[in-house]
């Protein structure tokens, strides 16, 4: 051996000495990347950062500046709570963002210069969203409506209830002027008593907001034409999950205030973008398809303000389509294609598209300057975490400007690749297959398998995948890990996603089941020592597999459906089912046996963990509940935990903690034979 591969032998082997795994709470106190924002001039980014704070048991983000692709730097701090939704004033010389400093969620502003933020907003209801005018002199923002008068004193006569789906405030648009030279009503006492709300004369009071929208509808989206003379926005009768469908687009024309319908199909039309000329709209449609909008594809239109004509663009991409820019150098938005999710840009007029090169993998979100010819981006390639990259739109090659994934160098991670199988049907799925970072081809590995939710969701190579599964440190412990995308999943056009209906669970299965017998028939793989687990969707697949097949040893059920019947009657979504099965539970009932894993509950044998959430109105907990007797009734070893206070997702850290600690227990117990106490503190 020579002096050099000594040597290099000896690098290597410090490397793989001081690797380290990194626990449960140093994966969930990672920084992530949030939104994007670049100014106008394209000479600076706006994004925010995720981080965690465990004595508030929160997720907090703030914003970050980077100035001409400079190193970032902190540049807001709620100190409880967040800010987001960062934008650059039109001449490019403020920031506001959305922050609740103890007095609702209002509009911030600081100066790209420097200084503290102001609050230029105090508005009794929460704002949700905002624009600005392209003058820069005032805001549009979107808030709720004030509660019946009412309510109070009907409550205090008969005490608390509800009528199902009539109890709601609808959403508005307002507008509030902008004064640079505003000065700060906190440093002046405003009010005669610390409880008055009687203003002192010359009090300084911010502006009031005037309000410009009214009706029996709620406002969802909203956009100011480049003019700045028209408001288009997304309206549907009530801000009910339910009436999302009914979604049509209409008008502001800010000089008289009157209101023009412009979109109306019998089902979602969704407001994208403004034409850079003012004169047209980007919106996204199913037409007149109200019975799958859950899987189908929706279709890209542009729509002339004057005269209603419409014309479809990108009618040749076979995947959903939003997240649209419309800028003087085209149309732009991220879009999955497989397992990446690359930059695609459409042309206005012939409608065609193109793949933007030399990007990152997968894009999260864009922004871009006012001329088109400079990208912010939020993306990340699969060895990564999600970064922020800028880069120019005519010769792309992207710059990265953040260093998020330093965090994880000396980490032991994922090693990830995509793998394809066959079907039991013939239909070709694809997952990502993790290894050990020392895995040796010899060697047959115990297997886990982690099933996304949606269905319409998807996995991709990452370093750190997850969230409530510790999948880093079983790989250290010496596994392979299995994320397939099953049939329904997104990046793979539409047919693919129709492949579970009718067919849900049972399709599903196969795909699971078959992606085992291909990893076995590899020699990849310990029969003998294999679990599966997921959330939602793929906590409903888990549930399906536990009552339909034997071949793991453990299963861990996260917010899943065990019975489609009860399901219907109990989710916030009825048309999900609905479309999925093409029926009611009264007038097919066998095909909602078929896919309901509590029909074959006599058949399971398979040790389950089932978690949930106390307050998940998507998969209600009644589903929990069902499964875990059914399996007590039939003598499977299964366990149910309650995580308090929660709905459909783990949103805390302590409570992700916890979650990783629970499937941690589990999987080690019926896969490895170990016991797991719950340690009281760090390790």
């Given amino acids: 051996m020579t002096r050099f591969m000594i040597l290099l032998f ?18 969930i106190s990672l920084r992530n990347v949030g939104t994007v924002a670049m100014s106008p001039d394209g000479n600076h980014v706006a994004f925010t950062i995720q981080t965690t704070d465990w004595v508030d048991n929160s997720f907090d983000s703030e914003i970050w500046l980077s100035k001409n692709n400079q190193k970032p730097f902190k540049l807001t701090n709620t100190i409880k709570g967040s800010s987001t939704r960062q934008s650059f004033s039109p001449d490019g010389k403020w920031i506001t963002f959305l922050a609740d400093r103890g007095n609702k969620s209002q509009i911030h502003v600081i100066s790209l210069n420097g200084g503290e933020a102001r609050a230029i907003t105090k508005e009794e209801e929460n704002i949700s969203s905002y624009e600005w005018h392209p003058s820069g002199t005032k805001l549009f923002i979107l ?11 009907l409550e205090k006569r008969y005490g608390s209830f509800e009528s199902d789906d009539k109890e709601y405030t609808r959403s508005h648009i307002w507008q509030i002027d902008f004064n640079p030279d505003q000065l700060d009503p906190s440093e002046y006492p405003c009010y005669e008593t610390v409880d008055s ?52 687009v209409s008008i502001l024309n800010l000089a008289d205030k009157n209101i023009m319908p412009l979109i109306n199909h019998p089902s979602g039309d969704y407001l994208q973008s403004w034409s850079p000329d003012s004169k047209e709209i980007l919106f996204t449609t199913f037409l007149s398809d109200t019975t799958s909008f859950f899987y189908k594809n929706q279709k890209l239109y542009a729509i002339e303000i004057a005269t209603k004509k419409t014309r479809q663009l990108a009618s040749e991409l076979d995947e959903s389509l939003n997240g649209f820019l419309w800028t003087p150098t085209g149309i732009y938005a991220a879009l999955w294609n497989k397992t990446k999710r690359p930059i695609y840009k459409v042309d206005p007029i012939s409608g065609k598209h193109s793949v933007l090169s030399n990007m990152p993998e997968q894009i999260y979100g864009i922004a871009s300057s006012q001329n088109g010819k400079l990208m912010a981006i939020a993306g990340r390639n699969g060895d990564q975490l999600t970064e922020v990259f800028v880069a120019s739109t005519s010769t792309p090659s992207a710059t990265q400007i953040t260093d998020i994934t330093a965090q994880i160098k000396d980490w032991k991670v994922a090693q990830s690749e995509v793998i394809s199988w066959k079907s039991k049907d013939g239909a070709t799925i694809e997952g990502i297959l993790h290894k050990p970072k020392d895995y040796d081809p010899s060697k047959k590995y115990p297997l886990l398998v982690v099933i996304h939710g949606g269905p319409t969701g ?88 536990t009552t339909n097949t034997d071949v793991f040893k453990a299963i861990s059920v996260g917010a899943g459906i065990s019975n489609w019947m009860t399901y219907y009657v109990n989710t916030d979504i009825h048309p999900f089912t609905r479309q999925y099965l093409q029926s009611t539970p009264w007038n097919n009932e066998a095909l909602y046996k078929k896919t309901s894993p509590m029909t074959t509950i006599n058949n399971a044998k398979t040790p389950t963990l089932i978690q949930h959430g106390e307050f998940d109105k998507r998969v209600p907990i009644a589903n929990a509940y069902e499964l875990l007797q059914g399996l007590r009734d039939v003598g499977v070893p299964s366990e149910l935990i309650i995580y308090k206070g929660f709905g459909h997702g783990i949103t805390k850290p302590k409570e992700r903690l916890a979650a990783n600690w629970h499937n941690w227990q589990w999987f080690n117990k019926y896969i490895w034979n170990e016991e797991v106490v719950l340690p009281l503190s760090a390790k």
């Fill in 197 to 248: 709300l009687k203003v002192k004369a010359g009090c300084i009071e911010l502006p009031k907001a005037v309000r410009l929208t009214a009706g029996e509808y709620t406002i969802t989206n909203f956009m100011v034409s480049p003019q700045g003379d028209k408001i288009a926005f997304n309206h549907q009768p009530n801000p009910l999950i339910n009436t999302g469908y009914k979604a049509d």
């Fill in 10 to 27: 000896m690098t290597l082997s410090f490397v793989a000495q001081t690797q380290h795994v990194p626990t449960f709470e140093e994966v």
């Fill in 143 to 153: 808030k709720n409506e004030k509660e019946a008068k009412d309510k109070k004193d």
């Fill in 458 to 545: 998807i996995d991709v190579p990452a370093p750190l995948p997850g969230s409530v599964y510790p999948i880093a440190q079983w790989l250290d412990k010496g596994c392979l890990v299995l994320r397939p995308n099953y049939r329904g999943s997104a990046g793979y056009g539409e047919k693919f996603r129709s492949l579970n209906v009718n067919n849900l669970g049972v399709g599903d299965a196969w795909d699971v089941l078959s992606g085992v017998d291909y990893l076995d028939s590899k020699g990849m793989i310990n029969k003998n020592k294999m679990g599966c687990m997921g959330w939602s969707q793929g906590g409903y697949i888990s549930a399906f597999l």
